[in-house]
Structures are given as C-alpha cells and as structure tokens.
C-alpha cells in the first residue's frame, strides 16, 4: 500500500508563489504528479515527472510553475510562481505504482491553494 502526503497549501496573493510537496510511502513508484480541482470543475492535470526524469506541464501553468522530484526520498515539489486567482483549487498528489506488474494509481488527500487578494 502506497500513501501519500502533501504540504505547502494556503493563501496567497495574486503574483505570490507557493510550493506544494508530496511524500508517498511505498516502492516500485513511477511517475508521480499533480492535479487541481477547482469548485466546479472536474480533477485536471498540473505537471508529472516520469519515471525517466522528463516533466510535462499543463498549458496553463508552463513557465509559471516548476515540477521536481527526489526518486531517493520519493518527493515530489510543485514550485508556483506568478499566481493568478484561476489557479484556485484543490490541488492533488498522483504516483502511479507498479503492482503486479500493472501501474496503479494511487493519490494524496489534497491541499487547498487559494490566490486572492
């Protein structure tokens, strides 16, 4: 079984940054990322870093926010910078585990990121 754990939420001004990490348990970890859920809205993907160190990202926060991950202590950052009142949400830690010989996803509980003046 895999946990989770992610810090670093709260609120911020608009323009301010935050970092976000995540600490899972666990071994055989793949790719671990992000995701955000604003009120509303469906869960929607940040940023990842996988398993070959490559790190993609959402259109709406490249060049904005900064992904980075430690495979020896299996965390992962999300660095944020120039907030905007959109990126508002929940935002979520994903990793995908190989069990079995099949990736299961697996995710945080979540940490709430408010951008507001």
């Known amino acids: 079984q895999v946990q989770l754990v992610e810090s670093g939420g709260g609120l911020v001004q608009p323009g301010g940054s935050l970092t976000l990490s995540c600490t899972a348990s666990g071994s055989n970890i793949l790719n671990m990322g992000w995701y955000r859920q604003a009120p509303g809205q469906e869960r929607a993907f940040v940023a990842v870093v996988l398993s070959t160190g490559t790190t993609l990202y959402a259109d709406s926060v490249k060049g904005r926010f900064t992904a980075s991950r430690d495979n020896a202590k299996n965390i992962i950052s999300l660095q944020m910078n120039n907030l905007k009142v959109e990126d508002t949400a929940i935002y979520y830690c994903?990793?995908?585990?190989?069990?079995?010989?099949?990736?299961?996803?697996?995710w945080g509980q979540g940490t709430q990121v408010t951008v507001s003046s």
């Open positions: 994903n990793a995908y585990v190989e069990v079995g010989g099949r990736a299961t996803a697996y």
